[in-house]
Protein backbone atom coordinates (compact mmCIF):
# COMPACT_ATOMS: atom_id res chain seq x y z
CA UNK A 1 0.00 0.00 0.00
CA UNK A 2 1.42 3.72 -1.12
CA UNK A 3 1.98 6.65 1.51
CA UNK A 4 -0.92 8.23 -0.38
CA UNK A 5 -3.29 5.38 0.07
CA UNK A 6 -3.09 5.31 3.58
CA UNK A 7 -3.06 9.16 3.72
CA UNK A 8 -6.47 8.68 1.50
CA UNK A 9 -8.07 6.33 3.91
CA UNK A 10 -7.31 8.60 7.36
CA UNK A 11 -8.69 11.75 5.22
CA UNK A 12 -11.70 9.84 4.50
CA UNK A 13 -11.73 8.31 8.38
CA UNK A 14 -11.35 12.11 9.72
CA UNK A 15 -14.03 13.42 7.32
CA UNK A 16 -16.93 11.17 8.19
CA UNK A 17 -15.06 11.18 11.94
CA UNK A 18 -15.85 15.15 11.90
CA UNK A 19 -19.66 15.00 10.54
CA UNK A 20 -20.15 12.46 13.40
CA UNK A 21 -18.67 14.87 16.25
CA UNK A 22 -20.53 17.68 14.78
CA UNK A 23 -23.90 15.94 15.71
CA UNK A 24 -22.67 14.16 18.52
CA UNK A 25 -21.30 17.05 20.21
CA UNK A 26 -24.78 18.83 20.06
CA UNK A 27 -26.39 15.84 22.03
CA UNK A 28 -23.88 14.84 24.21
CA UNK A 29 -24.13 19.09 25.50
CA UNK A 30 -27.54 19.06 25.55
CA UNK A 31 -27.13 15.88 27.80
CA UNK A 32 -24.41 17.31 29.88
CA UNK A 33 -26.36 20.45 31.14
CA UNK A 34 -30.07 19.78 30.70
CA UNK A 35 -29.67 15.81 31.96
CA UNK A 36 -32.17 15.13 28.89
CA UNK A 37 -31.78 12.36 26.13
CA UNK A 38 -32.40 14.13 23.11
CA UNK A 39 -34.18 11.88 20.72
CA UNK A 40 -34.66 14.24 18.05
CA UNK A 41 -31.80 15.83 17.74
CA UNK A 42 -31.14 13.94 14.38
CA UNK A 43 -35.02 14.55 13.47
CA UNK A 44 -33.94 18.35 13.43
CA UNK A 45 -30.48 17.74 11.86
CA UNK A 46 -32.53 16.22 8.82
CA UNK A 47 -34.94 19.40 9.25
CA UNK A 48 -31.94 22.19 8.85
CA UNK A 49 -30.75 19.63 5.75
CA UNK A 50 -34.33 19.82 3.84
CA UNK A 51 -34.30 23.99 4.74
CA UNK A 52 -31.38 24.29 3.10
CA UNK A 53 -32.50 22.78 0.19
CA UNK A 54 -35.45 24.98 0.02
CA UNK A 55 -33.15 28.18 1.03
CA UNK A 56 -31.16 27.33 -2.06
CA UNK A 57 -34.38 26.75 -4.37
CA UNK A 58 -35.47 29.82 -3.12
CA UNK A 59 -32.31 31.81 -4.13
CA UNK A 60 -32.49 30.03 -7.88
CA UNK A 61 -30.76 27.56 -7.08
CA UNK A 62 -27.51 28.60 -7.70
CA UNK A 63 -24.56 26.31 -6.15
CA UNK A 64 -23.18 29.51 -4.63
CA UNK A 65 -26.50 29.71 -2.34
CA UNK A 66 -25.05 27.17 -0.20
CA UNK A 67 -23.72 29.85 1.57
CA UNK A 68 -27.21 31.73 2.33
CA UNK A 69 -28.50 27.94 3.51
CA UNK A 70 -25.76 27.32 5.33
CA UNK A 71 -26.49 30.77 7.18
CA UNK A 72 -30.51 30.56 7.51
CA UNK A 73 -31.03 26.79 7.71
CA UNK A 74 -29.05 26.17 11.55
CA UNK A 75 -30.86 29.57 12.63
CA UNK A 76 -34.54 28.22 11.71
CA UNK A 77 -33.60 25.31 13.52
CA UNK A 78 -31.82 26.89 16.70
CA UNK A 79 -35.58 29.26 16.81
CA UNK A 80 -37.58 25.74 16.77
CA UNK A 81 -35.10 24.31 19.37
CA UNK A 82 -35.83 27.58 21.97
CA UNK A 83 -39.61 27.03 21.44
CA UNK A 84 -39.49 23.19 21.72
CA UNK A 85 -37.47 23.94 24.92
CA UNK A 86 -39.64 26.66 26.43
CA UNK A 87 -43.28 25.19 25.81
CA UNK A 88 -42.39 20.92 25.69
CA UNK A 89 -39.87 20.43 27.53
CA UNK A 90 -39.71 23.12 30.12
CA UNK A 91 -42.85 21.88 31.90
CA UNK A 92 -41.18 18.29 32.36
CA UNK A 93 -37.79 19.05 34.30
CA UNK A 94 -39.48 18.39 37.49
CA UNK A 95 -41.47 15.36 36.30
CA UNK A 96 -39.67 11.64 35.80
CA UNK A 97 -36.91 10.99 33.12
CA UNK A 98 -39.70 9.12 31.59
CA UNK A 99 -41.99 11.77 30.62
CA UNK A 100 -39.16 14.12 29.13
CA UNK A 101 -38.16 10.97 27.28
CA UNK A 102 -41.24 10.43 25.65
CA UNK A 103 -41.34 14.31 25.24
CA UNK A 104 -37.98 14.39 22.51
CA UNK A 105 -39.29 10.88 20.86
CA UNK A 106 -42.78 12.03 20.06
CA UNK A 107 -40.84 14.95 18.36
CA UNK A 108 -38.80 12.48 16.18
CA UNK A 109 -42.10 10.84 15.00
CA UNK A 110 -43.56 14.61 14.57
CA UNK A 111 -40.93 16.33 12.72
CA UNK A 112 -40.30 13.35 10.50
CA UNK A 113 -43.37 13.11 9.33
CA UNK A 114 -43.69 16.77 8.92
CA UNK A 115 -40.43 16.78 6.32
CA UNK A 116 -42.17 13.85 4.52
CA UNK A 117 -45.27 15.43 4.13
CA UNK A 118 -43.20 19.16 3.34
CA UNK A 119 -40.82 18.18 1.06
CA UNK A 120 -42.13 14.24 -0.09
CA UNK A 121 -40.49 10.88 -0.22
CA UNK A 122 -38.29 11.35 -2.87
CA UNK A 123 -34.23 12.98 -2.04
CA UNK A 124 -33.51 16.08 -2.80
CA UNK A 125 -30.06 16.95 -4.12
CA UNK A 126 -28.20 20.12 -2.73
CA UNK A 127 -25.20 21.54 -4.78
CA UNK A 128 -21.62 22.65 -3.13
CA UNK A 129 -20.27 26.18 -4.25
CA UNK A 130 -17.58 26.53 -6.73
CA UNK A 131 -15.08 27.02 -4.40
CA UNK A 132 -15.51 23.65 -2.29
CA UNK A 133 -15.75 21.49 -5.18
CA UNK A 134 -12.49 21.27 -6.20
CA UNK A 135 -9.80 18.84 -5.34
CA UNK A 136 -6.35 19.58 -4.24
CA UNK A 137 -3.15 17.75 -4.38
CA UNK A 138 -0.96 16.94 -1.13
CA UNK A 139 2.13 14.99 -0.52
CA UNK A 140 1.15 13.12 -3.85
CA UNK A 141 -2.67 12.26 -3.09
CA UNK A 142 -5.56 14.54 -4.14
CA UNK A 143 -8.26 15.18 -1.68
CA UNK A 144 -11.39 16.99 -1.72
CA UNK A 145 -11.32 20.22 -0.43
CA UNK A 146 -15.04 20.03 0.70
CA UNK A 147 -13.31 16.95 3.05
CA UNK A 148 -10.58 18.90 4.38
CA UNK A 149 -12.63 21.80 5.05
CA UNK A 150 -14.75 19.47 7.06
CA UNK A 151 -11.88 18.28 9.09
CA UNK A 152 -11.28 21.57 9.80
CA UNK A 153 -14.65 22.50 10.68
CA UNK A 154 -14.80 19.90 13.15
CA UNK A 155 -11.68 20.44 14.93
CA UNK A 156 -12.86 24.46 15.00
CA UNK A 157 -16.09 22.92 16.61
CA UNK A 158 -14.33 21.37 19.39
CA UNK A 159 -11.63 24.02 20.03
CA UNK A 160 -14.27 26.70 19.82
CA UNK A 161 -16.74 24.72 22.37
CA UNK A 162 -13.97 24.63 24.84
CA UNK A 163 -12.80 27.93 24.94
CA UNK A 164 -16.85 28.70 25.02
CA UNK A 165 -17.19 26.61 28.05
CA UNK A 166 -13.73 26.97 29.57
CA UNK A 167 -12.82 30.96 28.70
CA UNK A 168 -15.96 32.66 29.47
CA UNK A 169 -18.02 33.63 31.86
CA UNK A 170 -21.08 32.25 30.26
CA UNK A 171 -19.16 29.02 29.82
CA UNK A 172 -18.41 29.16 33.66
CA UNK A 173 -22.24 29.57 34.38
CA UNK A 174 -23.37 27.04 32.24
CA UNK A 175 -20.71 24.16 33.54
CA UNK A 176 -21.73 25.39 37.52
CA UNK A 177 -25.66 25.16 36.20
CA UNK A 178 -24.41 21.39 34.82
CA UNK A 179 -22.59 20.30 38.48
CA UNK A 180 -24.80 21.92 40.86
CA UNK A 181 -28.24 23.21 39.43
CA UNK A 182 -29.73 24.11 42.84
CA UNK A 183 -26.65 26.16 43.83
CA UNK A 184 -26.15 28.12 41.07
CA UNK A 185 -29.76 29.09 41.06
CA UNK A 186 -29.15 29.90 44.52
CA UNK A 187 -26.39 32.15 43.72
CA UNK A 188 -28.90 34.07 41.52
CA UNK A 189 -27.80 33.22 38.03
CA UNK A 190 -31.17 32.41 36.16
CA UNK A 191 -30.81 28.86 34.69
CA UNK A 192 -34.46 28.90 32.49
CA UNK A 193 -32.07 30.50 30.29
CA UNK A 194 -29.81 28.84 30.47
CA UNK A 195 -31.55 25.45 29.46
CA UNK A 196 -33.34 27.11 26.65
CA UNK A 197 -29.72 28.48 25.18
CA UNK A 198 -27.96 25.18 25.82
CA UNK A 199 -30.49 23.61 23.90
CA UNK A 200 -31.07 25.86 21.28
CA UNK A 201 -27.19 25.90 21.09
CA UNK A 202 -27.29 21.96 20.26
CA UNK A 203 -30.11 22.11 17.43
CA UNK A 204 -27.81 24.74 15.97
CA UNK A 205 -25.15 22.46 16.01
CA UNK A 206 -27.40 19.57 14.25
CA UNK A 207 -28.43 22.05 12.26
CA UNK A 208 -25.10 22.91 10.90
CA UNK A 209 -24.18 19.44 10.52
CA UNK A 210 -27.29 18.55 8.81
CA UNK A 211 -26.51 21.15 6.27
CA UNK A 212 -23.07 20.25 6.11
CA UNK A 213 -23.56 16.64 5.03
CA UNK A 214 -26.48 17.61 2.45
CA UNK A 215 -23.96 18.01 -0.95
CA UNK A 216 -22.29 14.76 0.63
CA UNK A 217 -25.17 12.72 -0.10
CA UNK A 218 -28.68 13.18 -0.77
CA UNK A 219 -31.22 14.93 1.71
CA UNK A 220 -33.72 11.96 2.25
CA UNK A 221 -35.76 10.36 4.78
CA UNK A 222 -34.11 7.90 7.02
CA UNK A 223 -31.18 9.92 7.27
CA UNK A 224 -31.91 11.33 11.03
CA UNK A 225 -32.35 7.44 12.20
CA UNK A 226 -28.56 6.61 10.81
CA UNK A 227 -27.12 9.48 12.23
CA UNK A 228 -28.77 9.49 15.59
CA UNK A 229 -28.14 5.82 16.31
CA UNK A 230 -24.03 6.32 15.22
CA UNK A 231 -24.41 9.46 17.54
CA UNK A 232 -25.49 7.97 20.40
CA UNK A 233 -22.81 5.34 20.29
CA UNK A 234 -19.98 7.69 19.93
CA UNK A 235 -21.41 9.69 23.01
CA UNK A 236 -21.86 6.46 25.12
CA UNK A 237 -18.08 5.77 24.00
CA UNK A 238 -16.58 8.87 24.95
CA UNK A 239 -18.94 9.39 28.59
CA UNK A 240 -22.60 10.79 27.80
CA UNK A 241 -21.70 14.67 28.39
CA UNK A 242 -18.41 14.76 27.84
CA UNK A 243 -17.51 16.85 24.17
CA UNK A 244 -13.49 15.74 24.79
CA UNK A 245 -14.55 12.07 25.07
CA UNK A 246 -17.44 12.46 22.02
CA UNK A 247 -14.57 14.08 20.16
CA UNK A 248 -11.77 11.44 20.54
CA UNK A 249 -14.82 8.74 19.99
CA UNK A 250 -15.34 10.47 16.60
CA UNK A 251 -12.04 10.14 15.58
CA UNK A 252 -11.87 6.81 16.48
CA UNK A 253 -15.32 5.51 15.21
CA UNK A 254 -14.35 7.26 11.71
CA UNK A 255 -10.68 6.04 11.05
CA UNK A 256 -11.49 2.78 12.45
CA UNK A 257 -14.38 2.48 9.89
CA UNK A 258 -12.06 3.31 7.33
CA UNK A 259 -9.19 1.40 8.25
CA UNK A 260 -11.55 -1.51 9.08
CA UNK A 261 -13.38 -1.73 5.64
CA UNK A 262 -9.57 -2.75 4.34
CA UNK A 263 -10.02 -5.91 5.99
CA UNK A 264 -13.66 -6.71 5.98
CA UNK A 265 -16.25 -5.50 3.41
CA UNK A 266 -19.76 -4.61 5.64
CA UNK A 267 -17.81 -4.04 8.89
CA UNK A 268 -18.65 -0.37 8.91
CA UNK A 269 -21.91 -0.28 10.63
CA UNK A 270 -21.10 -3.15 12.87
CA UNK A 271 -17.64 -1.44 14.00
CA UNK A 272 -19.07 1.58 15.58
CA UNK A 273 -21.17 -0.90 18.11
CA UNK A 274 -18.71 -3.25 18.68
CA UNK A 275 -16.25 -0.18 20.32
CA UNK A 276 -19.13 0.81 22.33
CA UNK A 277 -20.00 -2.80 23.57
CA UNK A 278 -16.30 -3.10 24.68
CA UNK A 279 -16.73 0.17 26.44
CA UNK A 280 -19.32 -0.57 27.75
CA UNK A 281 -18.07 -3.60 29.72
CA UNK A 282 -15.15 -2.13 30.87
CA UNK A 283 -16.61 1.55 31.78
CA UNK A 284 -20.09 1.53 31.47
CA UNK A 285 -19.88 5.21 31.98
CA UNK A 286 -17.89 5.84 28.92
CA UNK A 287 -13.89 6.69 28.55
CA UNK A 288 -14.57 10.38 29.73
CA UNK A 289 -17.52 9.88 31.86
CA UNK A 290 -17.98 9.70 35.66
CA UNK A 291 -19.63 7.01 37.34
CA UNK A 292 -22.38 7.69 38.23
CA UNK A 293 -24.72 5.61 40.30
CA UNK B 1 -53.13 -10.98 48.86
CA UNK B 2 -55.81 -8.95 49.83
CA UNK B 3 -57.91 -8.12 46.81
CA UNK B 4 -61.54 -7.72 46.95
CA UNK B 5 -64.15 -10.25 44.45
CA UNK B 6 -64.74 -8.18 41.48
CA UNK B 7 -60.72 -7.76 41.08
CA UNK B 8 -60.25 -11.19 40.48
CA UNK B 9 -63.79 -11.82 38.71
CA UNK B 10 -63.62 -9.14 36.40
CA UNK B 11 -60.01 -10.61 34.46
CA UNK B 12 -62.01 -14.12 34.33
CA UNK B 13 -65.47 -12.50 32.79
CA UNK B 14 -63.40 -10.85 30.48
CA UNK B 15 -61.17 -14.24 29.18
CA UNK B 16 -64.89 -16.26 29.01
CA UNK B 17 -65.87 -13.36 26.82
CA UNK B 18 -62.82 -13.19 24.33
CA UNK B 19 -63.43 -17.43 24.44
CA UNK B 20 -66.83 -17.11 23.23
CA UNK B 21 -65.22 -13.98 20.66
CA UNK B 22 -63.25 -16.51 19.24
CA UNK B 23 -66.55 -18.55 18.33
CA UNK B 24 -68.19 -15.90 16.36
CA UNK B 25 -65.87 -13.16 15.03
CA UNK B 26 -64.51 -13.87 11.56
CA UNK B 27 -60.69 -14.29 11.16
CA UNK B 28 -59.87 -10.72 9.93
CA UNK B 29 -61.00 -9.63 13.54
CA UNK B 30 -59.13 -12.59 15.23
CA UNK B 31 -55.68 -11.72 14.11
CA UNK B 32 -56.39 -8.20 14.82
CA UNK B 33 -57.01 -9.83 18.57
CA UNK B 34 -54.04 -12.11 18.14
CA UNK B 35 -52.10 -9.03 17.26
CA UNK B 36 -53.18 -7.30 20.29
CA UNK B 37 -52.62 -9.98 22.70
CA UNK B 38 -49.12 -10.38 21.77
CA UNK B 39 -48.24 -6.65 21.49
CA UNK B 40 -50.06 -6.31 24.90
CA UNK B 41 -47.78 -8.85 26.54
CA UNK B 42 -44.92 -7.14 25.15
CA UNK B 43 -45.91 -4.04 26.79
CA UNK B 44 -46.99 -5.63 30.24
CA UNK B 45 -43.24 -7.22 30.27
CA UNK B 46 -41.88 -3.70 29.85
CA UNK B 47 -44.56 -2.75 32.42
CA UNK B 48 -42.94 -5.21 34.97
CA UNK B 49 -39.44 -3.04 35.02
CA UNK B 50 -40.60 0.11 33.68
CA UNK B 51 -44.11 0.87 35.85
CA UNK B 52 -43.19 -1.45 38.86
CA UNK B 53 -39.30 -1.41 38.62
CA UNK B 54 -38.83 2.05 37.38
CA UNK B 55 -36.56 0.78 35.58
CA UNK B 56 -36.68 2.76 31.94
CA UNK B 57 -35.89 0.48 29.13
CA UNK B 58 -35.33 1.60 25.25
CA UNK B 59 -33.64 -1.44 24.07
CA UNK B 60 -36.76 -3.81 25.46
CA UNK B 61 -37.03 -4.68 21.33
CA UNK B 62 -34.02 -6.79 21.84
CA UNK B 63 -35.53 -9.37 23.68
CA UNK B 64 -39.11 -9.59 21.67
CA UNK B 65 -36.70 -9.34 18.95
CA UNK B 66 -34.47 -11.97 20.46
CA UNK B 67 -37.36 -14.61 21.12
CA UNK B 68 -38.82 -13.71 17.22
CA UNK B 69 -35.31 -15.11 16.20
CA UNK B 70 -34.29 -17.64 18.43
CA UNK B 71 -38.33 -19.29 17.73
CA UNK B 72 -37.60 -18.43 14.12
CA UNK B 73 -34.09 -20.13 14.06
CA UNK B 74 -34.83 -23.10 16.01
CA UNK B 75 -38.29 -23.89 13.82
CA UNK B 76 -36.00 -23.84 10.50
CA UNK B 77 -32.40 -25.55 11.41
CA UNK B 78 -34.00 -28.57 14.17
CA UNK B 79 -37.15 -29.58 13.26
CA UNK B 80 -38.65 -28.45 17.10
CA UNK B 81 -42.83 -27.90 16.35
CA UNK B 82 -43.49 -24.32 17.93
CA UNK B 83 -44.27 -25.15 21.46
CA UNK B 84 -41.22 -26.64 22.21
CA UNK B 85 -39.84 -23.50 19.98
CA UNK B 86 -40.96 -21.26 22.15
CA UNK B 87 -40.38 -23.02 25.09
CA UNK B 88 -36.74 -23.09 24.06
CA UNK B 89 -36.78 -19.73 23.08
CA UNK B 90 -37.76 -18.00 26.28
CA UNK B 91 -35.08 -19.97 28.24
CA UNK B 92 -32.44 -18.41 25.79
CA UNK B 93 -34.30 -15.23 25.87
CA UNK B 94 -33.76 -15.48 29.92
CA UNK B 95 -29.73 -15.96 29.36
CA UNK B 96 -29.41 -13.47 27.55
CA UNK B 97 -31.76 -10.90 29.66
CA UNK B 98 -29.31 -12.07 32.26
CA UNK B 99 -25.96 -10.89 30.53
CA UNK B 100 -27.48 -8.01 29.30
CA UNK B 101 -29.17 -6.71 32.53
CA UNK B 102 -25.82 -7.72 34.54
CA UNK B 103 -24.43 -5.25 31.93
CA UNK B 104 -27.02 -2.46 31.84
CA UNK B 105 -27.59 -2.52 35.65
CA UNK B 106 -24.04 -1.26 36.34
CA UNK B 107 -25.88 1.99 35.68
CA UNK B 108 -28.68 3.89 37.10
CA UNK B 109 -31.36 5.56 35.45
CA UNK B 110 -30.73 7.92 32.34
CA UNK B 111 -27.13 5.84 32.09
CA UNK B 112 -29.74 2.56 31.95
CA UNK B 113 -31.78 3.54 29.39
CA UNK B 114 -28.97 4.32 27.62
CA UNK B 115 -27.22 1.23 27.48
CA UNK B 116 -30.11 -0.60 27.23
CA UNK B 117 -30.65 0.97 23.88
CA UNK B 118 -26.99 0.62 22.82
CA UNK B 119 -27.24 -3.35 23.70
CA UNK B 120 -30.67 -3.23 21.83
CA UNK B 121 -28.55 -1.77 18.56
CA UNK B 122 -25.58 -4.24 19.17
CA UNK B 123 -28.04 -6.56 18.08
CA UNK B 124 -29.79 -5.12 15.67
CA UNK B 125 -26.68 -4.54 13.67
CA UNK B 126 -25.21 -8.15 14.35
CA UNK B 127 -29.10 -9.67 13.02
CA UNK B 128 -28.96 -7.34 10.18
CA UNK B 129 -25.72 -8.25 8.94
CA UNK B 130 -25.25 -12.26 9.59
CA UNK B 131 -26.69 -13.39 6.66
CA UNK B 132 -25.42 -17.12 7.28
CA UNK B 133 -27.57 -17.41 10.45
CA UNK B 134 -30.18 -14.67 11.23
CA UNK B 135 -30.58 -14.20 7.17
CA UNK B 136 -29.60 -10.26 7.65
CA UNK B 137 -31.76 -7.91 6.20
CA UNK B 138 -34.30 -10.17 4.64
CA UNK B 139 -35.21 -12.20 7.50
CA UNK B 140 -36.41 -15.78 8.05
CA UNK B 141 -39.28 -16.45 5.41
CA UNK B 142 -41.97 -18.77 4.99
CA UNK B 143 -41.86 -20.93 8.44
CA UNK B 144 -43.99 -23.64 8.57
CA UNK B 145 -45.84 -24.72 11.68
CA UNK B 146 -48.15 -27.64 12.35
CA UNK B 147 -50.88 -26.91 10.29
CA UNK B 148 -53.35 -27.17 13.12
CA UNK B 149 -51.74 -23.81 14.07
CA UNK B 150 -51.95 -22.05 10.62
CA UNK B 151 -55.92 -21.97 10.96
CA UNK B 152 -56.46 -18.53 12.11
CA UNK B 153 -59.02 -19.53 15.28
CA UNK B 154 -56.87 -22.36 16.35
CA UNK B 155 -54.00 -20.02 16.79
CA UNK B 156 -56.55 -17.91 18.46
CA UNK B 157 -56.98 -19.71 21.09
CA UNK B 158 -53.12 -20.84 21.31
CA UNK B 159 -52.19 -17.26 21.85
CA UNK B 160 -55.38 -16.27 24.49
CA UNK B 161 -54.23 -19.29 26.73
CA UNK B 162 -50.30 -18.36 26.66
CA UNK B 163 -50.52 -14.38 26.75
CA UNK B 164 -53.53 -15.33 29.89
CA UNK B 165 -51.15 -17.64 32.14
CA UNK B 166 -48.63 -14.96 31.47
CA UNK B 167 -50.82 -12.14 32.48
CA UNK B 168 -51.31 -14.61 35.54
CA UNK B 169 -48.13 -15.30 36.54
CA UNK B 170 -46.59 -11.99 36.25
CA UNK B 171 -49.89 -10.70 38.10
CA UNK B 172 -48.24 -13.45 40.81
CA UNK B 173 -45.02 -11.96 40.94
CA UNK B 174 -45.98 -8.44 41.42
CA UNK B 175 -48.30 -9.47 44.22
CA UNK B 176 -45.43 -11.60 45.76
CA UNK B 177 -43.24 -10.33 48.54
CA UNK B 178 -40.67 -10.09 45.66
CA UNK B 179 -42.74 -7.63 43.66
CA UNK B 180 -43.23 -5.43 46.40
CA UNK B 181 -39.89 -4.91 47.13
CA UNK B 182 -39.45 -3.68 43.68
CA UNK B 183 -42.56 -1.48 43.80
CA UNK B 184 -40.48 0.05 47.09
CA UNK B 185 -37.29 0.20 44.83
CA UNK B 186 -38.88 2.11 42.72
CA UNK B 187 -40.39 4.52 45.15
CA UNK B 188 -37.18 4.94 47.13
CA UNK B 189 -34.03 2.90 46.92
CA UNK B 190 -32.17 4.04 49.70
CA UNK B 191 -34.98 2.59 52.34
CA UNK B 192 -35.44 -0.07 50.36
CA UNK B 193 -31.92 -0.80 50.91
CA UNK B 194 -32.20 0.18 54.57
CA UNK B 195 -34.79 -2.40 54.89
CA UNK B 196 -32.57 -5.46 53.90
CA UNK B 197 -32.69 -5.64 50.15
CA UNK B 198 -30.44 -6.56 47.78
CA UNK B 199 -31.26 -4.24 45.08
CA UNK B 200 -28.96 -5.17 42.11
CA UNK B 201 -29.87 -8.93 42.35
CA UNK B 202 -33.50 -7.71 42.70
CA UNK B 203 -33.39 -5.29 39.78
CA UNK B 204 -31.29 -8.31 37.51
CA UNK B 205 -34.09 -10.93 38.40
CA UNK B 206 -37.18 -8.50 37.21
CA UNK B 207 -35.18 -7.86 34.17
CA UNK B 208 -35.09 -11.72 33.53
CA UNK B 209 -38.56 -12.00 34.07
CA UNK B 210 -39.47 -8.86 31.88
CA UNK B 211 -36.82 -10.38 28.81
CA UNK B 212 -38.63 -13.99 28.98
CA UNK B 213 -42.23 -12.67 28.79
CA UNK B 214 -40.87 -10.03 26.14
CA UNK B 215 -39.47 -13.39 24.48
CA UNK B 216 -42.57 -15.13 24.91
CA UNK B 217 -44.68 -12.30 22.63
CA UNK B 218 -42.05 -12.70 20.09
CA UNK B 219 -42.16 -16.24 19.52
CA UNK B 220 -45.98 -15.63 19.48
CA UNK B 221 -45.40 -13.14 16.48
CA UNK B 222 -42.82 -15.77 15.14
CA UNK B 223 -45.76 -18.52 15.11
CA UNK B 224 -48.53 -15.77 14.05
CA UNK B 225 -46.57 -14.10 10.94
CA UNK B 226 -44.00 -17.19 10.54
CA UNK B 227 -41.56 -14.77 9.53
CA UNK B 228 -38.39 -12.57 11.73
CA UNK B 229 -37.33 -9.69 10.28
CA UNK B 230 -34.58 -7.00 11.68
CA UNK B 231 -37.62 -4.92 12.44
CA UNK B 232 -38.59 -6.36 15.05
CA UNK B 233 -35.20 -6.14 16.91
CA UNK B 234 -34.87 -2.39 16.12
CA UNK B 235 -35.19 0.97 17.90
CA UNK B 236 -38.36 2.14 16.66
CA UNK B 237 -39.73 -1.36 18.22
CA UNK B 238 -38.55 -0.51 21.79
CA UNK B 239 -40.18 2.55 21.81
CA UNK B 240 -43.71 1.17 21.05
CA UNK B 241 -44.46 -0.85 24.27
CA UNK B 242 -43.10 2.39 25.77
CA UNK B 243 -45.98 4.56 24.13
CA UNK B 244 -48.45 1.55 25.04
CA UNK B 245 -47.78 1.51 28.21
CA UNK B 246 -47.75 5.36 28.67
CA UNK B 247 -50.94 5.46 26.73
CA UNK B 248 -52.84 2.61 28.78
CA UNK B 249 -51.38 4.55 32.21
CA UNK B 250 -47.97 4.07 33.91
CA UNK B 251 -47.96 2.21 37.39
CA UNK B 252 -51.59 0.49 36.64
CA UNK B 253 -51.91 -3.61 35.86
CA UNK B 254 -54.44 -3.59 33.27
CA UNK B 255 -52.58 -0.04 31.68
CA UNK B 256 -50.26 -2.36 29.34
CA UNK B 257 -52.50 -4.05 27.74
CA UNK B 258 -55.26 -1.17 27.30
CA UNK B 259 -52.19 0.38 25.18
CA UNK B 260 -51.70 -2.30 22.89
CA UNK B 261 -55.31 -2.55 22.12
CA UNK B 262 -55.69 1.30 21.64
CA UNK B 263 -52.40 1.51 19.88
CA UNK B 264 -53.29 -1.45 17.12
CA UNK B 265 -56.47 0.68 16.62
CA UNK B 266 -55.40 3.67 16.61
CA UNK B 267 -52.53 2.15 13.65
CA UNK B 268 -55.71 0.78 11.87
CA UNK B 269 -57.86 3.63 11.77
CA UNK B 270 -55.70 6.69 11.18
CA UNK B 271 -53.63 4.51 9.02
CA UNK B 272 -56.20 4.20 6.87
CA UNK B 273 -56.99 8.04 6.51
CA UNK B 274 -53.80 8.86 6.48
CA UNK B 275 -50.12 8.00 5.61
CA UNK B 276 -48.71 10.34 8.71
CA UNK B 277 -50.28 8.09 11.31
CA UNK B 278 -46.85 8.51 12.91
CA UNK B 279 -47.48 12.20 12.99
CA UNK B 280 -50.78 11.56 15.03
CA UNK B 281 -48.81 9.42 17.14
CA UNK B 282 -46.17 11.53 18.31
CA UNK B 283 -49.09 14.42 18.33
CA UNK B 284 -51.08 11.70 20.78
CA UNK B 285 -48.01 11.05 23.34
CA UNK B 286 -47.04 15.05 23.55
CA UNK B 287 -51.06 15.46 24.28
CA UNK B 288 -50.88 12.50 26.84
CA UNK B 289 -47.61 13.76 28.54
CA UNK B 290 -48.74 16.65 29.12
CA UNK B 291 -52.40 17.18 30.33
CA UNK B 292 -52.88 13.01 31.13
CA UNK B 293 -49.89 11.86 32.51
CA UNK B 294 -51.43 8.74 34.43
CA UNK B 295 -53.03 7.59 30.97
CA UNK B 296 -56.31 5.96 30.02
CA UNK B 297 -56.62 3.57 32.34
CA UNK B 298 -55.05 5.23 34.95
CA UNK B 299 -57.44 7.96 34.24
CA UNK B 300 -60.39 5.07 34.48
CA UNK B 301 -58.92 3.60 37.13
CA UNK B 302 -59.12 6.31 38.99
CA UNK B 303 -62.76 7.06 38.42
CA UNK B 304 -63.69 3.33 39.09
CA UNK B 305 -61.55 3.12 42.04
CA UNK B 306 -64.29 2.68 44.96
CA UNK B 307 -65.33 -0.46 42.81
CA UNK B 308 -61.95 -1.91 42.21
CA UNK B 309 -59.36 -3.19 44.10
CA UNK B 310 -56.76 -0.68 44.01
CA UNK B 311 -52.92 -2.86 43.04
CA UNK B 312 -50.16 -0.46 43.02
Redesign the interface.
Known amino acids: MEFSDILDIIVGGLTSGMLLFMVAAGLTLV?GVL?I?NFSHGAIYMLAAYISYSVMALFGNAPNTYWMALLIAPIAVAVLGALIEVF?LR??YN?E???Q???T??????I???T??LWGPDPKMVLLPDILSGRIAILGATFSVYSLVLILIGFLTMAGLWLFLNKTKLGHIIRAGAFDPEMTEALGINLKFIYTFIFSLGAWMAGLAGVLIAPLTTVSQGMD?SVL?DA??VV?IGG?GSIGGAFLASILVGLGNSFGLLWIA?IA??FT??V??VV??VR??GLFGRP?? | MKSNRIGTFLPLLFLVFLFLLGQILPNFYLRIIIEMAILGLFAQSLNLIMGYGGMISFGHAAFYGFGAYAVAILLRDTGMSLVPAILTGTVLTGVFGFIVGAICLRAAKLYFAILTMAISQLLFVLVYQWYAFTGGDNGIHGLTVSPWMTDPQHYYYFVLAVVGLCFFAIRVILNSPFGYTLRALRDNQERTVFLGAYVWWQKLIAFVFAAMFAGIAGGLYVGYDHMAYPLLVNWSKSAEPILMVILGGINTFWGALVGAVLFVIMEMVIGKITTYWLFFLGATILILVMFFPKGIWGYVEEKLAPFLARER
Open positions: FRILPMRHLMLLVYALVLVVDAKFSLFAVMGIAFIMALVPWIK
